[in-house]
């Protein structure tokens, strides 16, 4: 493991000592800033700081991010959608109370994917569809406005959210949308269990690097 990937891990230590009952959350929120924008592309943090996806994307070609390879599950398109999904459904309507990214401009039409869904418990068939067609630019671009939109969260967020929950009503919202399968809803009942510190810690963080840490693997063996 290399430095930039123990220093994460470290932060994430941190952050969860830290984090649950807002102790130093003045000292904690830029680090929390820092620490979710090195899970995404360069340009969702400030210059310089070391961004774990596009050490994934350098060197990859169109083609490869579709694939599959053999003993995997997943590919790269499936995990920066699943990425991207999740926490625009978490950071927005669970935490902030607004809309999704994915609902604003044309993300839809751009993206190309013909669903709106994580892609947790994906047919074969959707998943198909999404390796085929996903527009990649789109995909990458997406995500960034995602993660920015987080980094804004973020900022507006004091120690006194952090052991709350998110309202019923927003967990009633996703419920109501198409953004998570019939078949997944155990998802939503997992966020609806986290306080705002618990989701802070899962989808925008960990949850990003644990599946970075799956992409590395896939781009080793494609």
């Not at 904690?28 to 620490?35: D, E, G, K, R, T």
């Not at 804004?152 to 953004?179: C, F, N, W, Y």
């Not at 399968?181 to 690097?209: C, K, Q």
């Amino acid at each position: 493991m290399d430095t930039n990937h123990e220093q994460w891990n470290a932060n994430q230590a941190v952050l969860r000592e830290k984090l649950p009952d807002g102790t130093d959350f003045e000292q904690m929120q830029p680090l929390l800033l820092a620490h979710h924008a090195m899970t995404h592309d360069a340009g969702v943090g400030p210059p310089g700081l070391w961004s774990y996806a596009d050490e994934i994307w350098d060197g990859l070609s169109e083609s490869d991010a579709r694939l599959i390879p053999n003993k995997f599950e997943h590919s790269l398109i499936w995990i920066f959608w699943h990425l991207a999904r999740i926490e625009d459904i978490t950071m927005n309507v669970l935490v902030a109370g607004t809309p999704e990214v994915y609902a604003d401009d044309n993300w839809r039409v751009d993206l190309n994917v013909p669903f709106a869904h994580t892609g947790n418990e994906i047919s074969d068939s959707d998943m198909q569809a999404l390796n085929d067609s996903a527009d990649v630019d789109a995909l990458r671009a997406y995500r960034v406005a995602v993660g920015r939109r987080t980094q804004e969260i973020i900022t507006g967020l004091t120690a006194e959210d952090m052991p709350k929950h998110a309202d019923p009503a927003r967990v009633q919202r996703v419920r109501d949308s198409d953004s998570v399968l019939p078949e997944a809803s155990g998802v939503i009942d997992y966020w609806s269990r986290r306080t705002i510190a618990g989701l802070l810690l899962m989808p925008p963080t960990r949850h990003n690097f644990i599946h970075l840490n799956e992409a590395a693997q896939i781009k080793e063996a494609l």
